[in-house]
């Protein structure tokens, strides 16, 4: 054997060599592609193979041929061959996995950034958690300046937040949606704080100039929250909620999609609220009776139809007798609220104070009738206006006063002689009504007598005709009732005064 042929042989050899390599090495860097790039690097691999036969199979001419200087230099550059493309794949194979490494970090890059922006959605909905738990606490110190100021107008508040918090339940608001609702509800009627305690507490029913002042109440309100928050649909609640669609409502008189839909949510339950709660100038109504009112309104274009077909469907999640929510003010306050009712439930110029303070008196469970038996007595003046006409309004209103001065006279002396027994005078338009707790039944016996004696004076020196109705009652029997008794439909023989 020659040694152009040993050398050619070698050389053969080694590309077959690095040849097998780069196949081997292809590959299983084949598997670490792409799929579409393993598409692309099969049909090199077909090629490399192809080279590779073609390498053993020169090797066996190799031996047939003397010495030649071309068959070195076919050797060499078919070596060199198996060279290149040993260091394409190598080259290939590192870029690869640099590729690889990139990606990997890439990935774990990636996975630190979500981490980071998972940690910083984390803290902004802490942040938000606190904003909104920061809000529902001023809302609530505000709702408690409510009640300090006025019970009946936070009691309000708490129960038209259920029922606007029900309705937009069955609409299906989100939680977001059903969180604006309950604060704006909570502070809707906040502009009351402004309003003057001789329209706010006043026991009987609005005057024009009362619901012209009263009226304010959205405005005041809705400025003091327009400025401080950026949500406005709060302060829309406290503007729009007495917004009516025909135009008919105030402060604006907006009409139709001008009213956003909160504020017709919580006016369909602010109205519903008022008809169902007992105040003391109106008594509570029937679950039936209000919805078929609220219905009404709708059908006379004031309120959201809609919204009231809702209400009508979870009405019965609503319990008739709407209970007030737990007490919010302070202990001290109570002996407050009643010094507050009692001076505005006092007749103007007169010692003397209306008769819807009994239905106060009765709810903050300040009397014993339902721990013992009370009694009440009417006295009904049925001809005062003749009487007015005959010796003038004047005078007659003199008179009145001067019978009730009596009055008063002996249920004070009464409740000063009896430690044990507990008598009251009210005025009812020109009539008087006594509520009496005795400890015997002898004691409202005398008692009457002594009234009987009082009527028999004005009768006989101002030819007064008064008629004195008296009825008893068990401990526990409903105040509204009794009274519905006494007005309506007196049980025992009338004793006139003059008897």
Request: with cysteine.
């Amino acid at each position: 054997m020659t040694t152009s042929t040993i050398i050619s042989a070698a050389l053969i050899l080694l590309g077959i060599i690095f040849m097998s390599a780069s196949l081997i090495l292809g590959r299983k860097m084949t598997k670490s592609l792409p799929i579409e790039l393993q598409n692309n690097w099969i049909p090199l691999l077909c090629l490399m193979t192809l080279f590779l036969l073609g390498y053993i199979a020169f090797l066996p001419l190799l031996g047939e041929h003397t010495f030649s200087p071309r068959q070195v230099f076919v050797s060499l550059i078919l070596f060199g061959g198996a060279i290149f493309v040993f260091l394409v794949i190598i080259f290939t194979r590192s870029t690869i996995a640099k590729i690889k490494a990139g990606e990997d970090q890439l990935k774990e890059n990636n996975i630190l950034l979500a981490e980071e922006v998972r940690v910083r959605r984390a803290a902004e909905e802490k942040i938000r958690q606190q904003s909104d738990r920061m809000l529902h606490d001023i809302l609530e110190i505000m709702a408690e300046m409510i009640a300090n100021r006025d019970l009946h107008t936070f009691e309000h508040a708490a129960q038209v937040a259920k029922i606007a918090g029900l309705i937009g339940l069955e609409m299906k608001l989100s939680d977001d949606d059903l969180k604006i609702i309950e604060f704006g509800c909570l502070v809707h009627d906040i502009g009351k704080t402004a309003i003057p305690d001789d329209v706010l507490l006043k026991p009987g029913r609005f005057d024009p100039q009362d619901r012209f002042i009263m009226q304010y109440h959205p405005l005041v309100g809705a400025k003091i929250f327009a400025r401080h928050l950026q949500d406005d649909r709060i302060a829309d609640i406290i503007l729009n909620h007495h917004e009516r669609l025909d135009g008919s409502g105030y402060p604006a008189g907006l009409k139709g999609d001008e009213i956003d839909l909160f504020s017709r949510i919580v006016a369909v339950a602010d109205t519903y609220e008022s008809l169902m709660a007992r105040r003391p100038y109106k008594q509570p109504m029937s679950r039936d009776k209000a919805l078929a009112i609220v219905d009404k309104e709708a059908k006379a274009g004031q309120l959201d139809q809609d919204i009231v077909n809702v209400l009508k469907k979870i009405a019965p999640e609503i319990p008739e007798d709407i209970a007030p929510p737990p007490q919010v003010t302070a202990g001290f306050m109570k002996d407050i609220e009643v010094f507050r009712r009692k001076t505005y439930f006092r007749e103007p110029l007169t010692d003397f104070y209306n008769y819807r303070y009994l239905y106060f008196l009765d709810d903050a469970q300040l009397l014993r009738n339902n721990t013992m038996p009370y009694d009440l007595f009417f006295i009904d003046i049925p001809t005062f206006g003749e009487f007015q006409q005959k010796i003038g309004h004047v005078v007659a209103d003199q008179i009145l006063d001067e019978l009730g001065q009596s009055l008063l006279k002996t249920t004070t002396e009464w409740g000063s002689e009896q430690g044990t027994d507990s008598v009251m005078l009210f005025r009812k338009g020109n009539d008087y009504l006594l509520y009496g707790e005795f400890a015997e039944e002898k004691n409202a016996a005398s008692f009457k007598k002594q009234i009987m004696g009082d009527l028999a004076s004005v009768k006989k020196e101002w030819n007064l005709a008064t008629t004195l109705y008296q009825q008893n009652f068990p401990a526990g029997f409903s105040m509204d009732k009794a009274l519905a008794s006494l007005f309506a439909a007196p049980t025992k023989t009338p004793q006139q005064a003059d008897a």
